[in-house]
Each structure stands twice: as structure tokens, then as C-alpha cells.
């Protein structure tokens, strides 16, 4: 599970309750996984084989509730739309661009074996291999 399980911060022993990103006390990271993508950028793709790559779009958004700072899921079409949060009940609107928003990652759902990949917000416009069948995958920068 991608998100944070509640218990005491390993960084400063305060007690945090579940799916926050940060730390309130400390701000340390508390999900780890935020670090782990489904997908791979591929050391070397030969030209033969850019055929294969599919192009696809982002599914929606990994992102950090602005008001209470847990991992949310947002799908891609609420974008520009005010949105509530299922923890805080604070509601925002959900701007991608936004300065006030942290998008951590996206979900695309992989052309080739079905799965659903989470990737860092980087790796939008990006070629990359899917970690569950080894597909080619274009992520495209259908963002705004
Ligand atoms: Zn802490
Ligand atoms: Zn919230
Ligand atoms: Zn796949």
C-alpha cells in the first residue's frame, strides 16, 4: 500500500493518523512509496522496436489535500472543479497547475497489459517501460 498506515513518525516519535504525506510536526516524508513508480524510463530503446510504444494520458492525479496534507485520488475530470476531501471534508479546487496544489504522482492505466501505473508527476511526456508486462508506453503531456 502506497500510503501512510498511522503510528509514530520515524523521524520525531510523534503519533500521526493515517495517508498523511508529511509529518505535522517535523514535516518528514511518511509514504515511502512515493518514491516507487510502476514504470521504468528504458535504458535504450532501438529504433525497431518505437512501433511497439503506445501513446497514453494520464488517468488522473496523486495529490496532497492542500488542508489536512493526506494523499488523495483524483480522477483527470474534475480538473478545475472544486473538489471535497474524503479525510478534512475541506474542499479546494483542484488545479493541477496550482501553486497550492502538490501533485505527487498520476495513474494511467497501461495499453498493453491493463494495469494501472502510478508515475511521478515527472515522468509526463516521458517514454517509459511498464514494470508488469515490460510494454512501451509515451506518457503523453495531456495535462491542460
Ligand atoms: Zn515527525
Ligand atoms: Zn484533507
Ligand atoms: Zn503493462
Same mark, same amino acid.
Given at each position: 500500500?502506497?500510503?501512510?498506515?498511522?503510528?509514530?513518525?520515524?523521524?520525531?516519535?510523534?503519533?500521526?493518523?493515517?495517508?498523511?504525506?508529511? /509529518?505535522?510536526? %517535523?514535516?518528514?516524508?511518511?509514504?515511502?512509496?512515493? @518514491? $516507487?513508480?510502476?514504470? &521504468?524510463?528504458?535504458? !535504450?530503446?532501438?529504433?525497431?522496436?518505437?512501433?511497439?510504444?503506445?501513446?497514453?494520458?494520464?488517468?488522473?492525479?496523486?495529490?496532497?489535500?492542500?488542508?489536512?496534507?493526506?494523499?488523495?485520488?483524483?480522477?483527470?475530470?474534475?480538473?478545475?472543479?472544486?473538489?471535497? /476531501?474524503?479525510? %478534512?471534508?475541506?474542499?479546494?479546487?483542484?488545479d493541477? @497547475? $496550482?501553486?497550492?496544489? &502538490?501533485?505527487?504522482? !498520476?495513474?494511467?492505466?497501461?495499453?498493453?497489459?491493463?494495469?494501472e501505473?502510478r508515475?511521478?508527476?515527472?515522468?509526463?511526456?516521458?517514454?517509459?517501460v511498464?514494470?508488469?508486462?515490460?510494454?512501451?508506453?509515451?506518457?503523453?503531456?495531456?495535462?491542460?
Amino acid at each position: 500500500m502506497a500510503t501512510w498506515p498511522g503510528g509514530a513518525c520515524p523521524n520525531c516519535g510523534e503519533y500521526m493518523p493515517q495517508a498523511l504525506i508529511h /509529518c505535522q510536526t %517535523c514535516r518528514a516524508l511518511l509514504n515511502d512509496e512515493l @518514491e $516507487s513508480d510502476s514504470v &521504468e524510463v528504458p535504458e !535504450f530503446v532501438p529504433l525497431r522496436e518505437i512501433a511497439t510504444m503506445v501513446d497514453v494520458e494520464p488517468g488522473g492525479f496523486f495529490i496532497g489535500c492542500p488542508i489536512c496534507d493526506r494523499e488523495l485520488r483524483i480522477n483527470r475530470k474534475y480538473e478545475g472543479e472544486r473538489v471535497q /476531501c474524503n479525510f %478534512c471534508s475541506g474542499q479546494f479546487l483542484f488545479d493541477p @497547475e $496550482s501553486q497550492q496544489i &502538490e501533485t505527487i504522482a !498520476f495513474y494511467v492505466k497501461c495499453a498493453h497489459c491493463s494495469e494501472e501505473l502510478r508515475a511521478a508527476r515527472k515522468y509526463l511526456g516521458a517514454k517509459v517501460v511498464c514494470k508488469h508486462c515490460g510494454g512501451k508506453l509515451h506518457f503523453r503531456e495531456g495535462v491542460k
